[in-house]
T-cell receptor, first 112, second 115 residues
Framework: AQSVSQHNHHVILSEAASLELGCNYS??????LFWYVQYPGQHLQLLLKYFSGDPLVKGIKGFEAEFIKSKFSFNLRKPSVQWSDTAEYFC??????????FGGGTRLMVKP | GAGVSQSPRYKVAKRGQDVALRCDPISGHVSLFWYQQALGQGPEFLTYFQNEAQLDKSGLPSDRFFAERPEGSVSTLKIQRTQQEDSAVYLC?????????????FGPGTRLTVT
């Protein structure tokens, strides 16, 4: 069965630090990849997505992610985090069928 | 415009009770998904509707779980004879596309606690 792994469960950073959250998936075929974010008290919302083309994808709020097919990875990055980036981040993969498969999430806390 | 709404936002049920969770998708969205999110985990797929047709219910954990979307808009997830392991946040998502491979718009979820 397809699986998605997010290796960092909790990350604490100071403002202006750089961020990289790992995401690896198990399926080897064609995939669509997503990062969703859930800010405190809010619902899940899309941060960025990859379907095809340039493997470096830019999303909202200065986030980007790089699809590395050979490593089955889709890591999320931001050069300089802000306190407002405090949230839980979920990687999700679609390869076939009717479902998204989500990773377990990474809780990011940014200290002011 | 309005996003996906879910009601109730919180539900406490005694073990053995039946519960019904409602989802109002974004108007015109043909696809509707239900997910279960246990504490500290990511959402897990339960079922998928395309308009009123339930095309996939492979994620429903038992025959106590039942979902419907009779008119292709509002959907209800029903859990019969609730058990403690049913305690979770139940998320509804909708999409204007006919597949799960596109962006899904999520509601705020219903937090179910079974005591």
């Amino acid at each position: 069965a397809q699986s998605v792994s997010q290796h960092n469960h909790h990350v604490i950073l100071s403002e202006a630090a750089s961020l990289e959250l790992g995401c690896n998936y198990s399926y080897g075929g064609t995939v669509n990849l997503f990062w969703y974010v859930q800010y405190p008290g809010q619902h899940l919302q899309l941060l960025l997505k990859y379907f095809s083309g340039d493997p470096l994808v830019k999303g909202i709020k200065g986030f980007e992610a790089e699809f590395i097919k050979s490593k089955f990875s889709f890591n999320l990055r931001k050069p300089s985090v802000q306190w407002s980036d405090t949230a839980e981040y979920f990687c999700a993969v679609h390869n076939a069928g009717n479902m998204l498969t989500f990773g377990g999430g990474t809780r990011l806390m940014v200290k002011p | 415009g309005a996003g996906v709404s879910q009601s109730p936002r919180y539900k406490v049920a005694k073990r053995g009770q039946d519960v019904a969770l409602r989802c109002d998708p974004i108007s015109g969205h043909v696809s509707l998904f239900w997910y279960q999110q246990a504490l500290g985990q990511g959402p897990e797929f339960l079922t998928y509707f395309q308009n009123e047709a339930q095309l996939d219910k492979s994620g429903l954990p038992s025959d106590r779980f039942f979902a419907e979307r009779p008119e292709g808009s509002v959907s209800t997830l029903k859990i019969q004879r609730t058990q403690q392991e049913d305690s979770a946040v139940y998320l509804c998502a909708s999409s204007p596309r006919l597949a799960a491979s596109y962006e899904q718009y999520f509601g705020p979820g219903t937090r179910l606690t079974v005591t």
